[in-house]
């Protein structure tokens, strides 16, 4: 496998989703196929699992819920990630969603999957050839799986060679994802990733622009896109170069997030973005209290019809979390109406 054509590809599909939706262009595509084009900055999702009442997995929601996404404006999706509890599905599931997912996506956009679980390199990088074979663009790695908490950046780097060694040409991502501990890509780590020239996707949750931004120097000119997590730093990630956007709030308001990466970089609605941005950090605290139903509880005003419940969270929305829930959906709905959305 070509890794150059690895980038084309992934880029490739997001520049040509905007095609389709006739996005305005911000950034030079290098090296795409597409002469003369460029990419705006991508909003990917991390999308939720639905479930039937009986806890069951409701695949013929989650088709319904990617079409949303991708109506919405998202450019790429991040299946069988943590809002879609991973760690709560089994394997065959974990696979079953991801393919669900690529199928109905059919090429169109880029599709994202975790790939990383075992508890050895080799257990890591025969799931992940498994996660491959489903059609995804790239596995993505959680950066806590290679290593234990307060382990060092060398013990991360061998396993990291170990699995990287195993795993043949398949495009990758990273995620500091919150579990089982968040671990934040550190620059050694970062540097020997870049090095292998087979990374083109981080999900980023450092929650920190000036460690986002050193991140994105180190990465200038390779494969790598950051996506950045932080709705608090979200336009200034954009702004200093950063791919595109994947937050939880993706989950509420997904067309909002998708005008925020289409615009970050205008400087003619740049009063606007940094309008939309303090809403945005404001709201966000208010909104996730009880992320994984109070979710599915905003979309659901959306007409997704969406089962309240969820294998990690135990317990229902409560009156007072609906209020808040309900009074953030008619603040979204005059944000809308003011950005013409």
């Given at each position: 496998?070509?890794?150059?054509?690895?980038?084309?590809?992934?880029?490739?599909?997001?520049?040509?989703?905007?095609?389709?939706?006739?996005?305005?262009?911000?950034?030079?595509?290098?090296?795409?196929?597409?002469?003369?084009?460029?990419?705006?900055?991508?909003?990917?999702?991390?999308m939720l699992t639905p479930y039937k009442a009986d806890m069951t997995v409701d695949y013929k929601g989650l088709k319904k819920l990617t079409d949303y996404y991708l109506?919405?404006?998202?450019?790429?999706?991040?299946?069988?990630?943590?809002?879609?509890?991973?760690?709560?599905?089994?394997?065959?599931?974990?696979?079953?969603?991801?393919?669900?997912?690529?199928?109905?996506?059919?090429?169109?956009?880029?599709?994202?999957?975790?790939?990383?679980?075992?508890?050895?390199?080799?257990?890591?990088?025969?799931?992940?050839?498994?996660?491959?074979?489903?059609?995804?663009?790239?596995?993505?790695?959680?950066?806590?799986?290679?290593?234990?908490?307060?382990?060092?950046?060398?013990?991360?780097?061998?396993?990291?060679?170990?699995?990287?060694?195993?795993?043949?040409?398949?495009?990758?991502?990273?995620?500091?994802?919150?579990?089982?501990?968040?671990?934040?890509?550190?620059?050694?780590?970062?540097?020997?990733?870049?090095?292998?020239?087979?990374?083109?996707?981080?999900?980023?949750?450092?929650?920190?622009?000036?460690?986002?931004?050193?991140?994105?120097?180190?990465?200038?000119?390779?494969?790598?896109?950051?996506?950045?997590?932080?709705?608090?730093?979200?336009?200034?990630?954009?702004?200093?170069?950063?791919?595109?956007?994947?937050?939880?709030?993706?989950?509420?308001?997904?067309?909002?997030?998708?005008?925020?990466?289409?615009?970050?970089?205008?400087?003619?609605?740049?009063?606007?973005?940094?309008?939309?941005?303090?809403?945005?950090?404001?709201?966000?605290?208010?909104?996730?209290?009880?992320?994984?139903?109070?979710?599915?509880?905003?979309?659901?005003?959306?007409?997704?019809?969406?089962?309240?419940?969820?294998?990690?969270?135990?317990?229902?929305?409560?009156?007072?979390?609906?209020?808040?829930?309900?009074?953030?959906?008619?603040?979204?709905?005059?944000?809308?109406?003011?950005?013409?959305i």
């Open positions: 496998m070509n890794f150059d054509n690895d980038r084309r590809k992934f880029l490739g599909k997001m520049a040509l989703g905007t095609m389709v939706g006739l996005a305005p262009w911000n950034s030079l595509l290098a090296n795409s196929p597409i002469k003369a084009k460029a990419v705006e900055k991508a909003f990917i999702p991390v109506e919405s404006g998202a450019r790429g999706l991040f299946a069988n990630c943590l809002s879609s509890e991973m760690y709560d599905l089994s394997p065959e599931e974990r696979l079953k969603v991801t393919k669900t997912v690529v199928k109905k996506v059919n090429g169109k956009f880029p599709v994202v999957a975790t790939g990383s679980f075992g508890n050895t390199a080799a257990e890591k990088a025969e799931f992940t050839k498994k996660i491959a074979d489903t059609g995804v663009d790239a596995v993505i790695m959680i950066t806590s799986h290679f290593a234990e908490k307060g382990e060092s950046d060398d013990v991360v780097i061998k396993n990291l060679e170990d699995y990287l060694a195993l795993t043949g040409n398949i495009p990758l991502g990273t995620y500091e994802c919150p579990s089982p501990y968040k671990r934040i890509l550190s620059q050694p780590v970062l540097k020997f990733l870049l090095e292998s020239g087979r990374f083109v996707y981080h999900k980023d949750t450092s929650e920190d622009i000036d460690n986002i931004i050193e991140k994105l120097e180190t990465a200038k000119g390779s494969k790598l896109g950051l996506y950045n997590a932080h709705m608090g730093s979200a336009a200034a990630s954009l702004r200093n170069g950063g791919a595109g956007l994947s937050p939880i709030a993706g989950n509420y308001y997904p067309e909002v997030i998708a005008w925020l990466c289409k615009h970050a970089d205008n400087s003619g609605k740049k009063e606007q973005v940094d309008w939309l941005q303090e809403k945005l950090r404001d709201m966000e605290s208010r909104i996730t209290k009880n992320y994984m139903i109070s979710s599915r509880y905003y979309l659901n005003k959306e007409g997704l019809d969406l089962e309240l419940v969820s294998r990690r969270a135990k317990n229902p929305l409560t009156a007072d979390q609906k209020d808040v829930v309900d009074q953030c959906y008619a603040e979204v709905q005059e944000w809308k109406q003011k950005l013409s």
